[in-house]
C-alpha cells in the first residue's frame, strides 16, 4: 500500500513540476531542491527522487554528479531533434490509429482545432493543439508510443512558451484542417504526408535560428 502511495504521489509530483518547467515558471539550470520539493508537497525524499527521475526520462531534468538535479536546458538543434521524432512517431501512430477513426473523433478533433484558432494565449492554443493529435492518434492503441509522442510535446511545449510568452497573436490552423477533411475523406496516406510535413516543420524552421533570432515563420506550428 505504501508503495502505491509513493507511486501516485510521485506521478503527482512530477506533473506538477514538468508544468512549471514548460511553462518556464522554472527556467533551464535552475536547481531542483529535494527537500523543498518534499516539504511543499508533504512527501518522504521517496516518491520525490522517483518524480525527479521521471523528468530525466521526459528530458526535462538532468542529475549532475555532486550538483544535484536541475532543470535541463535546451537549444534549437533539440528543437529540430525533437520536431523529426515527433514527425516520424505522429505518422506511424496516424497509420495505426487511421482504421479506428470515427465520425465522433473526428468531430472532436474539429472542435479542438477551432478552440486553438481562438485562443487567446499560447497556453490554452498549445493544450487545444495537444488535444487535437492526441484524438487524432490515440486509437493506435499504441500505449508505450503514445507516451513517447507526449514526451515529445512536451518538449515542444517548453520551447513554444519560451518564444511566445509575450507575443502571442491568433492564428489558423490550416494543416490540421487538412489533415480533418482527407481523413473524412477516407485519404488516410494523404492526411499522413501533411502531418509528417507539419510537424517536421518546426524542426526545420527552428534551425535556422542559431544566432538567437526567432523568424516569422514560427507563428504556425503543430
Known amino acids: 500500500m505504501t ?3 509513493d507511486d501516485t504521489l510521485a506521478s503527482r509530483i512530477s506533473r506538477a ?9 522554472l527556467a533551464p539550470g535552475e536547481r531542483l531542491r529535494q527537500d523543498h520539493v518534499a516539504e511543499e508537497f508533504g512527501a518522504s ?3 520525490v527522487r522517483e518524480a525527479f527521475r521521471r523528468l530525466e526520462a521526459q528530458g526535462l531534468a538532468v542529475s549532475e554528479p555532486r550538483r ?3 532543470v535541463a536546458s535546451f537549444d534549437l538543434k533539440e528543437v529540430r531533434e525533437v520536431a523529426e521524432m515527433r514527425a516520424v512517431l505522429e505518422v506511424l501512430a496516424l497509420r495505426h490509429a487511421i482504421p479506428h477513426l470515427t465520425r465522433a473523433i473526428l468531430d472532436r478533433a474539429e472542435v479542438a482545432t477551432a478552440a486553438a484558432d481562438s485562443s487567446r494565449d499560447v497556453r490554452s492554443w498549445e493544450a487545444a493543439n495537444r488535444a487535437f493529435h492526441r484524438l487524432i492518434l490515440e486509437p493506435c492503441a499504441m ?10 510535446h512536451a518538449a515542444s511545449a517548453r520551447f513554444l512558451f519560451s518564444i511566445w510568452r509575450s507575443s502571442w497573436e ?3 490552423d490550416h494543416d490540421h484542417r ?3 477533411a482527407a481523413l473524412r475523406q477516407g485519404k488516410g496516406e494523404e492526411a499522413a504526408a501533411i502531418l509528417e510535413r507539419h510537424v517536421g516543420w518546426i524542426g526545420r524552421s527552428s534551425a535556422k535560428t542559431a544566432g538567437g533570432e526567432i523568424p516569422g515563420a514560427l507563428a504556425i506550428v503543430g
Request: a positive charge; proline letters at 6%; hydrophobic letters at 45%.
Open 17 to 25: 513540476l514538468a508544468e512549471r518547467i514548460i511553462s518556464g515558471q
Open 3 to 5: 508503495k502505491e502511495r
Open 178 to 180: 487538412a489533415i480533418l
Open 68 to 70: 544535484g538535479v536541475r
Open 45 to 47: 525524499h521517496v516518491p
Open 170 to 172: 491568433a492564428r489558423t
Open 143 to 152: 500505449p508505450r508510443l503514445l507516451a513517447a509522442i507526449d514526451d515529445l
